[in-house]
Nanobody, 115 residues
Framework: QVQLVESGGGLVQPGESLRLSCTSS????????MAWYRQAPGKQRELVAR???????YYPDSTKGRFTMPRDNAKNTVYLQMNSLKPEDTAVYYC?????????WGQGTQVTVSS
């Protein structure tokens, strides 16, 4: 079965940058849609970034212009590059893969933005 593992979370100060990684077992990234979600305590899980196997990346207003989602299919790795971080970005970030074969989630990595 497909397994996703996130890494790169941690504590950073406002305005700093952080790069999250998501690695997958197998070689599904080249044929599977990928996304990043986040969930803060007491709040609903929200979309952070999404990239289809065909098409351009999508970023909601909350992250557009600050976050990007590079993808390395050869390494079965997708990244979330987060710049100009704000305290409201604090959440557990989850990697997501979805396609015709199913939907998969990583266990999450904590990102805390605080001074």
């Amino acid at each position: 079965q497909v397994q996703l593992v996130e890494s790169g979370g941690g504590l950073v100060q406002p305005g700093e940058s952080l790069r999250l990684s998501c690695t997958s077992s197998g070689s599904i990234f080249s044929v599977t849609n990928m996304a990043w979600y986040r969930q803060a305590p007491g709040k609903q899980r929200e979309l952070v970034a999404r990239i289809f196997k065909i098409g351009s990346p999508y970023y909601p207003d909350s992250t557009k212009g600050r976050f990007t989602m590079p993808r390395d299919n050869a390494k079965n790795t997708v990244y979330l590059q987060m710049n100009s971080l704000k305290p409201e970005d604090t959440a557990v970030y989850y990697c997501n893969a979805f396609g015709a074969s199913g939907e998969y989630w990583g266990q999450g990595t904590q990102v805390t933005v605080s001074s």
